[in-house]
């Protein structure tokens, strides 16, 4: 169906951005490259999209202070930092500390989840650079729940200040309770489906569907069908969120 009708919805507190009203766009310094941006500021404290890369399709470094988590959706790319040189297929990741010089080249059509946010320092504590593959992943039972797995792509250390995890959930599997916590979200869909309880609010998500919830947003999931869903799961993390209150 075209013209009015969308399952997007956003909210004070909370948003769900779905393929059907994705707007593309050029990105500055990435020749071959097409961009759909679903989180960004004004709404959010951060930003996620999605790249589609042509063949030989080229990325370049963030912005000044900012640092980038990638994740190849589909196709491959190739990473090359000033010493080091990646090769990443469907499902790999890299974690770009802000000001690392680094570019992106697609092998083939490629696309690329980019999560994006301003890095907030921590004294004695200094971010690295991460390469990894999601299927290289330890899984973890959340809560001893063997139907609701959950990856962890990024190491809890102190240099970093944001945590990307895979959660996967069998058929009429949930989150153990309806969620409400300090941290920003974002999550990105890349399987099966789901009811998603956002606020007051119910959603059914499935591939492509994009989610943010503010701070203190009560959210809460359980997969529906005959298949396991799963999504990419982004929050800030690791710094003292009432920094000021001793001023």
């Known amino acids: 169906m075209t013209g009015p009708y969308t399952r997007s919805s956003v909210r004070l507190d909370h948003a769900v951005v779905a393929p059907d009203g994705h707007v593309t766009g050029p990105v500055p310094g990435w020749p071959g490259v097409a ?30 202070g900012v640092a980038r988590f990638a994740y190849v959706l589909g196709g491959a790319v190739r990473l090359d930092t000033e010493d080091s040189v990646h090769h990443l297929g469907r499902q790999g990741y890299a974690y770009l500390p802000a000001g690392t010089e680094h ?19 921590q004294d004695g504590a200094e971010p690295r650079m991460v390469v990894g ?12 729940d ?34 409400t916590h300090v941290m920003e979200h974002g999550l990105l869909m890349l399987e099966g489906s789901l009811v998603h309880r956002l606020g007051d609010a119910w959603y059914p998500v499935t591939e492509g569907d994009a989610i943010w919830t503010a701070p203190f947003c009560q959210e809460w999931c359980c997969c529906y069908g005959t298949g396991w869903a799963s999504y990419l799961s982004y929050r800030d993390w690791n710094r003292d969120p009432q920094p000021d209150l001793g001023g």
């Open 146 to 179: 063997a139907n609701v797995h959950v990856q962890r792509l990024l190491p809890q250390d102190p240099g970093l200040d944001m945590a990307v995890d895979s959660l996967s959930f069998a058929p009429g599997a949930s989150l153990p309770r309806t969620e």
């Open 35 to 64: 961009r759909v941006t679903l989180i960004a500021p004004p709404l959010a404290g951060f930003a996620m999209s999605v790249a589609t890369m042509a063949d030989g399709g080229r990325g370049g470094t963030a912005p000044p």
């Open 103 to 121: 570019e992106f080249t697609a092998s083939g059509v490629a696309r690329l989840c980019l999560i994006e946010k301003v890095y907030v320092a």
């Open 133 to 144: 593959d999601r299927a290289d992943v330890p899984v973890e039972h959340m809560e001893g």
